[in-house]
T-cell receptor, first 120, second 112 residues
Framework: KAGVTQTPRYLIKTRGQQVTLSCSPI?????VSWYQQTPGQGLQFLFE???????NKGNFPGRFSGRQFSNSRSEMNVSTLELGDSALYLCASSLLYSGTSGRGSSYEQYFGPGTRLTVT | EDQVTQSPEALRLQEGESSSLNCSYT??????LFWYRQDPGKGPEFLFT???AGEEKEKERLKATLTKKESFLHITAPKPEDSATYLC?????????????FGQGTRLTINP
């Protein structure tokens, strides 16, 4: 079974530009979550999508947005890039989403390799 | 404040030297605790899910345990290939929504 794929793997952008990252979940998984990982802040939750609807959102500015398509693939967009947006952006897929999972049910998230974004 | 704290931040062991990593949490309504392994430049790799205090899970040289306030990842007779950053994450209701909150990780180095 193919894992989570993310494209592109590496990106270099300049301040003020915008960027779109793509994530294809594991086949059959309908939930996709996005995270930002930096050495100082660790893994921080951006948002979660399930059935094309955003179900959960982290504490990031509105410059960060996302969407999910009917085939569960997801995209994340960052507009007006800032130097501090340089990070590893990780996508994770799971069978259930956080609102439906419970004790004994599976909310394991499987991560992709990430997109390394560098803003200069 | 809901928090997940991992200790130590970094741990260096000799091959074969067993030890434990700690993940303590202060969230209410825990629904699951997850352990991941992350190699440099890669995404986290899922290891275990624990749901109830007293639960244990094992995989090769790793064993995860859970109490009401913390989880331990025990590494028995580690090998150099066990070197990685180990992350724990807690699923809980935070600010009205179910969320997964990650600790900062423990960077483990096994010297041959």
């Amino acid at each position: 079974k193919a894992g989570v794929t993310q494209t592109p793997r590496y990106l270099i952008k300049t301040r003020g530009q915008q960027v779109t990252l793509s994530c294809s979940p594991i086949s059959g998984h309908r939930s996709v979550s996005w995270y930002q990982q930096t050495p100082g802040q660790g893994l921080q939750f951006l948002f979660e999508y399930f059935s094309e609807t955003q179900r959960n959102k982290g504490n990031f500015p509105g410059r960060f947005s996302g969407r999910q398509f009917s085939n569960s693939r997801s995209e994340m967009n960052v507009s007006t890039l800032e130097l501090g947006d340089s990070a590893l952006y990780l996508c994770a897929s799971s069978l259930l989403y956080s609102g439906t999972s419970g004790r004994g049910s599976s909310y394991e998230q499987y991560f992709g390799p990430g997109t390394r974004l560098t803003v200069t | 404040e809901d928090q997940v704290t991992q200790s130590p931040e970094a741990l260096r062991l000799q091959e074969g030297e067993s030890s434990s990593l700690n993940c303590s949490y202060t969230v209410s309504g825990l629904r699951g605790l997850f352990w991941y392994r992350q190699d440099p430049g890669k995404g986290p790799e899922f290891l275990f899910t624990l749901y109830s205090a007293g639960e244990e899970k094992e995989k090769e040289r790793l064993k995860a345990t859970l109490t009401k306030k913390e989880s331990f990842l025990h590494i028995t007779a580690p090998k150099p290939e066990d070197s990685a950053t180990y992350l724990c994450a807690v699923q809980a209701r935070i600010q009205g929504a179910q969320k997964l909150v990650f600790g900062q990780g423990t960077r483990l180095t096994i010297n041959p």
